[in-house]
């Protein structure tokens, strides 16, 4: 059983860019969710994928979007980027919307 | 909206000593209550859950436990050691639903 994984590690971005952050399920798991950490915070909830559909969403603005394939790895992607958006993205798999499982994080900075 | 509260935000324990998180949550349709660990610069890791069928639940030093009256939910740790030094989250959802509402996190330090 392999777990969530994710890319790149960090990434290092200008204001008004665009990123796309990567994501690839534990095995076995149909569902992908996505937050944000910001620095001493919990995790903030963006969105959740389910069959390739979103399937629920937070308060985040529609510069935030994603993605999810068949094989139920996710992209979550960003625009025109701002500096509040640095931060450490997460990405979580689940089976359906049982117990969530984090990935490492992809620590984004936006300068 | 929905919210977690979560006290303390830093606690310093002895090693050995017990050590308790304590969260509130606002919805009361929120049924499901995972506690996640997560050290300096990793991923945070799911340690333990309950459901609100359940009042307690333990797992070796660690125990949760949940007042649905009260909307409250706890972790304890006992005779803690220095591997338990991490940051604690706490998190609310709801059934059929799909997001984690999580606490503000809880930086516990066991002293050796």
């Known amino acids: 059983e392999t777990g969530v994984t994710q890319s790149p590690t960090h990434l290092i971005k200008t204001r008004g860019q665009q990123v796309t952050l990567r994501c690839s399920s534990q095995?076995?798991?149909?569902?992908v969710s996505w937050y944000q950490q910001a620095l001493g915070q919990g995790p903030q909830f963006i969105f959740q994928?389910?069959?390739?559909?979103?399937?629920g969403r937070g308060n985040f603005p529609p510069r935030f979007s994603g993605l999810q394939f068949p094989n139920y790895s996710s992209e979550l992607n960003v625009n025109a980027l701002e500096l509040d958006d640095s931060a450490l993205y997460l990405c979580?798999?689940?089976?359906?919307?049982?117990?969530?499982?984090f990935g490492p994080g992809t620590r984004l900075t936006v300068t | 909206g929905e919210n977690v509260e979560q006290h303390p935000s830093t606690l310093s324990v002895q090693e050995g000593d017990s050590a308790v998180i304590k969260c509130t949550y606002s919805?009361?349709?929120?049924?499901?209550f995972p506690w996640y660990k997560q050290e300096l610069g990793k991923r945070p890791q799911l340690i333990i859950d309950?459901?609100?069928?359940?009042g307690e639940k333990k797992d070796q030093r660690i125990a949760v436990t949940l007042n649905k009256t009260a909307k409250h939910f706890s972790l304890h740790i006992t005779e803690t050691q220095p591997e338990d030094s991490a940051v604690y989250f706490c998190?609310?959802?709801?059934?059929?639903?799909?997001?984690?509402?999580f606490g503000t996190g809880t930086r516990l330090k066991v002293l050796a």
């Open positions: 979580a798999s689940s089976l359906y919307t049982r117990e969530q499982y």
């Open positions: 095995s076995g798991h149909n569902t």
């Open positions: 994928y389910y069959r390739e559909e979103e399937n």
């Open positions: 919805d009361s349709a929120s049924n499901y």
């Open positions: 309950i459901r609100s069928n359940v």
């Open positions: 998190a609310a959802s709801t059934s059929g639903t799909y997001k984690y509402i």
